[in-house]
């Protein structure tokens, strides 16, 4: 009995302390205004459940918030997040704040000081070594990738032909993995043959394990996660991930001066190795992963989106084939440069999928200093959450139809008075996305090699939910037929 009465005392005594060494912070709260909290647990009920709950209530807590029209606030635990869906805030929050939300650390485990989830002085120091590697001209070098990828998915895909609904993610996914293995690191996977290895069931344990401990509040302490089985899953896997990285590094080294005479075509890592930067080779494995973890599943969930949408919208697609039609004739050639800068309706597809479906559905950042907003001043070190998923339909951004499909959002004439943070699919700011060129390139190849061979038709997902990116509950489940 005497131990419990010290224990409690004890724990009685650092609650108070804890709660003294965060009284500015506190004081700071009671300005902002509120709703959706309980006593003691703030608002951390809403972020209890599986990934289809916690994302319906993130939805309704943040239109909830919305209709405040005022900077508020949110209790996650012992954590403060200050949230705002007034465009000029966002803007401030994502130019101004460059440090990751604390809640990126389960990606450190895995990706360690990689570009996405770096602290911001080494982001700094990386983000200008590699821009290089990101610039449009050399990007554009990978085009023929995208092309002879994109028509190996089309031949894949003949299987379904006529057949009842599959989930073509998992199709598209495989393509992009090829696609990012060759242009990162020059590696030739053919997953979209052998979609099931040992690296690729590693990586996938490893998301599903960071899932967990981001919406699970009792995975997240690494003392209470250390005692579970899934520790030393993780633990495993993230290994079996480095030791293939790890591996592709220094064949890429031992054979480096024989590859750094040639020319044509060179994939990113030869690329960093041939600036002679100071990244070690743990260094050179963060970024390499980072960017193909990074380059993979967001491409992949937008395309297989766009192929849903389109399938539910025929007189869309309809526009799309015959753009395709105007730019190709009846030839089965790969797309070229030339060609994708021409898909200016496709283009449109795109950014109204992206708008729609917010993959990236949330964004964390850490004040580092005061941050003067519309209502407020936010003192430093204080979560703020940006989220897409919701600024991309508010009506008040986009009007009564904003949860409807409309590729014509995106006419020049209609996106001139438009705010440039009303709508950030790959983020705002310095810390934006580095690949977002690569990426808007190879989704135009492959759904434009996609769309010419097969018609699709589809139902628009009702269900999402939120696992890191946002997915449909029953999957992207379309069915194509053959174009004659």
Not at 209 to 223: E, H, T, V, Y
Not at 305 to 326: F, M
Request: net charge positive; proline share 5%; charged share 25%.
């Amino acid at each position: 009995m005497l131990v419990l009465i010290l224990i409690v005392v004890l724990a009685a005594i650092y609650y108070v302390k804890f709660r003294h060494s965060r009284k500015l912070l506190y004081q700071f709260s009671e300005t902002l205004p509120n709703v959706g909290d309980l006593p003691l647990i703030g608002h951390t009920h809403w972020f209890i459940g599986g990934p289809e709950r916690i994302l319906n209530n993130i939805r309704k807590l943040v239109e909830k918030i919305e209709k405040l029209d005022s900077v508020t606030k949110i209790w996650i635990g012992p954590s403060l997040y200050i949230v705002s869906l007034n465009p000029e805030d966002v803007q401030k929050i994502l130019e101004n704040c460059l440090e990751k939300d604390y809640s990126y650390k389960f990606l450190q485990t895995w990706l360690g000081n990689g570009l996405f989830v770096a602290p911001v002085d080494l982001w700094k120091a990386h983000r200008r070594l590699l821009l290089p590697i990101f610039h449009n001209r050399i990007i554009e070098d990978y085009i023929e990738v995208f092309g002879e990828q994109g028509n190996i998915l089309v031949k894949t895909l003949g299987e379904q032909v006529g057949k009842r609904p599959f989930d073509v993610y998992e199709y598209v996914t495989s393509c992009m993995l090829d696609i990012v293995f060759e242009t990162a690191m020059g590696e030739k996977m053919d997953v979209q043959h052998n979609p099931d290895t040992p690296y690729l069931r590693a990586r996938k344990t490893v998301m599903s394990i960071i899932n967990m401990r981001l919406f699970k509040a009792w995975l997240q302490p690494d003392a209470l996660f250390s005692l579970t089985s899934l520790a030393n899953v993780q633990k495993e896997s993230i290994d079996a991930t480095h030791k293939f990285t790890d591996e592709v590094i220094s064949k890429k080294i031992a054979t480096f001066e024989k590859l750094s005479h040639k020319d044509g075509r060179k994939d990113m890592l030869q690329l960093l190795l041939e600036r002679k930067l100071a990244f070690s080779n743990i260094e050179l494995r963060e970024h390499i992963d980072s960017i193909t973890i990074a380059g993979n599943d967001t491409t992949a969930l937008v395309i297989s989106y766009a192929l849903v949408l389109l399938g539910d919208h025929p007189d869309a697609q309809d526009k799309v084939y015959k753009e395709l039609q105007g730019i190709f004739g009846d030839s089965k050639r790969v797309p070229t440069k030339e060609d994708l800068t021409k898909m200016e309706y496709l283009e449109r597809v795109i950014k109204e999928t992206m708008r729609l479906y917010a993959v990236v559905p949330i964004i964390a950042r850490t004040t580092q200093k005061e941050l003067k907003l519309s209502s407020c001043t936010i003192p430093a070190g204080v979560g703020c959450a940006v989220v897409p998923m919701v600024l991309h339909r508010s009506k008040k951004l986009w009007g009564p139809d904003a949860d409807s499909f409309d590729p014509d959002r995106f006419l020049p004439e209609n996106s001139v008075d438009r705010h440039p943070c009303a709508y950030i699919p790959f983020s705002y700011g310095t810390r934006n996305c580095i690949g977002r060129h690569f990426g808007m390139l190879a989704m135009k190849s492959i759904l434009a090699t996609f769309l010419r061979t097969y018609k699709v038709s589809s139902k628009t997902p009702d269900r999402l939910k939120i696992e890191i990116l946002l997915f449909p509950v029953d999957g992207h489940q379309i069915t194509i037929e053959k174009r004659l």
